[in-house]
């Protein structure tokens, strides 16, 4: 299965042709959050328009950055993957938007507490041979959660949960500069960092490919 991922694209729709193209190829895309920038329904509407006329095999979440009306678009389109799991062949996906609290005050923001129960209702055991965790906010301490001025601001709950249930992927967004990957025991983290600029792609066979873009 190849895994179109990206994140943060705020509010673009309109993309190279080379990033069309993989698009159009991906038998499945991936969206970590900031679908908007700071908009709802109407704006989310169309950027998941413009994904969805080259692939309309989409899961996704919200991020802070996105009103509530977003949730509904993606829920409408039966692609919301916010406190659920969608098993797909033999990959299990795990999704949870928002982010943990910033500074910021912005529109989807969740606290540690409130994420660590959305982790915890996901099944414990699963017959899928890979878990895939969609999540806006990175795990705390990690390369991919780390601000230009050098904090770690990622949630301490994502963290807590790849060290003990361990997915074999984790794929995130939100801090635009921590573009890159990360791993906690054996579970690979991906931020492919604000798209369309850039945007990872992963092959899952008998064995894991991945490239960022």
Known sequence: MIVF??????????????????????????????????GGARQATEIIDAITTLNDRVLAISGNCDQNGVDEILSAGKMNIHGTTRTIGDIQFLGIGGSNKTPFHTPHEYSEKQIKQTLDSFPKSTEARFRILISH???????????????HVGSKAIRQYAETS???????????????????????????????????????????????Y
């Open 5 to 38: 991922a990206l994140t943060d694209i705020h509010g673009r729709t309109t993309y190279p042709e080379e990033v069309r193209r993989q698009l159009s190829n991906a038998d499945i895309v991936v969206i970590a959050g900031d679908i908007t920038n700071f």
């Open 137 to 151: 906010a990175p795990p705390f301490k990690s390369k991919v959660d780390k601000m230009f001025f050098g904090m």
């Open 166 to 212: 361990q997915p074999d992927i984790l794929l995130c967004g939100h801090i635009h500069e921590a573009r890159g990957f990360d791993r906690i025991g054996k579970t690979l983290i991906i931020n492919p960092g604000p798209f369309p600029k850039h945007y990872a792609i992963i092959n899952i066979d008998d064995t894991l490919e991945y490239q960022l």
